[in-house]
């Protein structure tokens, strides 16, 4: 019975803590293919999504054959040739097998499928692995050789691996479908390494670090401001002979609107999230009048709010953009305030705190 060696099951366990890593269905094919064979050698690796039904292919392949780019059209055209394809549909028995399992050298020669596709590869040996997924789709991934074909030693190695292949496209699979729940909430949030760097963020959440904070040094770096606010975070937690005061969120004003970023501490230092949420706190005739503004001074503050120009609130309220003005230069001396954007942010504050 083949046994694999000490040195093997190192680089399997090694191996297994790579492809465990979070990763979304986007990201999945091309970290199997460029990471497999630091572990099982293979000149060629892909990861194969098949519809026999329709004769379709979706690939990831390393290394990409440049010089063969119409290679996928052409596979598609042979796929009911594929002895392993065929052989799974039948059986759905997704363990490791090699071509040479069912086609001798000779035979496989005269397979269109290998002279129209593989002989342009150089691929004269291959092993492969399917994945379960619903009929007729086939998840297959593929190592590929020019000479030496597979070992018995590859075959168990690869069926040891599998489980954790289909463990890790299945963890894939839920890291999609949260990610895409987040992005169609109302929240924003990110996902950080344990060097505190972006590992993943919404749009939301992107869109909103562009808003409220300074541009950061890279794609991947946080606004040096946000930084700082993390690391004192942090620093509240750490043992100085107190208690700590509680974690408060970091709250900016932009425009009358206001983010709230709330620190997510995961188990491990540094894995944490970011939580953001922009809020717009609602405005009213019965939320503004208690604060020493008349009932069309109150008219006139909503429409702002709306973005409207001074002419465009005179029309609404059949006045002139004289008297607008006149009415708005009062509502900035009652608030403290000297502008537009200042009122609107003084009254948002105003009126949270009053709905809290």
């Not at 990861?47 to 598609?76: C, H, K, M």
């Not at 760097?197 to 959440?205: G, P, Q, S, V």
């Not at 005739?285 to 009932?295: A, H, Q």
Request: aromatic share 8%; with cysteine; charged share 25%.
């Amino acid at each position: 019975m083949e046994r694999l060696r000490q040195k093997d099951l190192v680089a399997l366990l090694s191996y297994l803590r790579e492809i465990y890593a979070h990763r979304d269905l986007e990201s999945f094919p091309t970290t199997i293919v460029s990471t497999l064979p630091k572990i099982l050698s293979s000149e060629w690796t892909s990861y194969n999504e098949v519809d026999p039904r329709r004769q379709t292919l979706t690939w990831a392949i390393e290394p990409y054959p440049s010089e063969f780019l119409e290679g996928a059209q052409v596979f598609e055209h042979h796929i009911p040739e594929h002895p392993l394809i065929t052989h799974y549909q039948q059986s759905r028995d997704g363990q490791a097998l090699k071509i040479s399992d069912f086609l001798t050298r000779s035979q496989y020669h005269r397979l269109g499928l290998y002279n129209e596709f593989y002989r342009r590869l150089e691929v004269e040996h291959q092993i492969a692995v399917t994945l379960p997924a619903p009929a007729p789709l086939v998840i297959e991934i593929a190592l590929n050789r020019s000479s030496g074909d597979f070992s018995e030693r590859d075959r168990l190695l690869l069926n040891l691996l599998r489980p954790h292949l289909v463990q890790a496209y299945q963890n894939a699979e839920a890291v999609t479908r949260l990610r895409q729940a987040v992005e169609d909430s109302d929240l924003g949030v990110v996902f950080l390494t344990e060097k505190h760097r972006i590992h993943w963020c919404t749009e939301h959440a992107r869109g909103w670090l562009s808003k409220y904070f300074e541009l950061s040094r890279s794609a991947d770096s946080l606004p040096e401001s946000l930084q700082r606010w993390i690391e004192h975070q942090r620093s509240l937690l750490s043992y100085n002979g107190a208690a700590p005061p509680p974690r408060e969120p970091l709250i900016l004003e932009r425009a009358g609107k206001r983010l709230v970023v709330r620190l997510m501490a995961g188990r491990r230092d540094g894995q944490d999230l970011l939580l953001l949420e922009e809020r717009t706190p609602s405005l009213s005739v019965d939320s503004l009048e208690p604060f020493g503004l008349t009932r069309r001074e109150v008219e006139i503050l909503l429409r702002v709010a709306q973005g409207k120009t001074n002419a465009e609130v005179a029309t609404d309220l059949y006045v002139s953009p004289l008297t607008v003005k006149k009415h708005l230069e009062h509502i900035y001396q009652k608030l403290g305030v000297e502008s537009r954007t200042e009122a609107l942010a003084r009254v948002l504050e105003l009126v949270e705190v009053t709905q809290r």
